[in-house]
């Protein structure tokens, strides 16, 4: 599976951003989606992941509540909505794709887009 993400750039605090994942494969609905992100000297961490049907999902305590996840199978596409930005959500922010057991770790996802820069100033 190809991971193409997008949406990225640079937004002030308060604000939102809509980051997207579109996948190569057409078995994109078989697969679970998360969002991972890497601030500059920190290790990769979990941000949010989806069920191949969309019908679970979820969040890291420190975006709970303020991103959203989404897929559209039609469209091959997983979404991130990230509302209320704060300078701390500051990193680059990853997709990834799993056909095994849904879970927050990174070491559960075999395929990874890319990367989209996310700045929040303050």
């Known amino acids: 599976v190809q991971l193409q993400a997008s949406g990225g750039g640079l937004v002030q605090a308060g604000g939102s951003l809509r980051l997207s994942c579109a996948a190569s494969e057409r078995t994109f609905s078989s697969y679970h989606m998360a969002w991972f992100r890497q601030a500059p000297g920190k290790e990769r961490e979990f941000v949010a992941y989806i069920r191949w049907s969309g019908g679970h999902t979820g969040y890291a305590d420190s975006v709970n509540g303020r991103f959203t996840i989404g897929r559209d199978n039609a469209k091959n596409t997983v979404y991130l909505q990230m509302n209320s930005l704060k300078p701390e959500d500051t990193a680059v922010y990853y997709c990834?794709?799993?056909?095994?057991?849904?879970?927050?770790?990174?070491?559960?996802?075999?395929?990874w887009g890319q990367g989209t820069l996310v700045t929040v100033s303050s």
């Open positions: 990834a794709a799993t056909s095994r057991a849904l879970v927050s770790s990174s070491t559960g996802y075999d395929y």
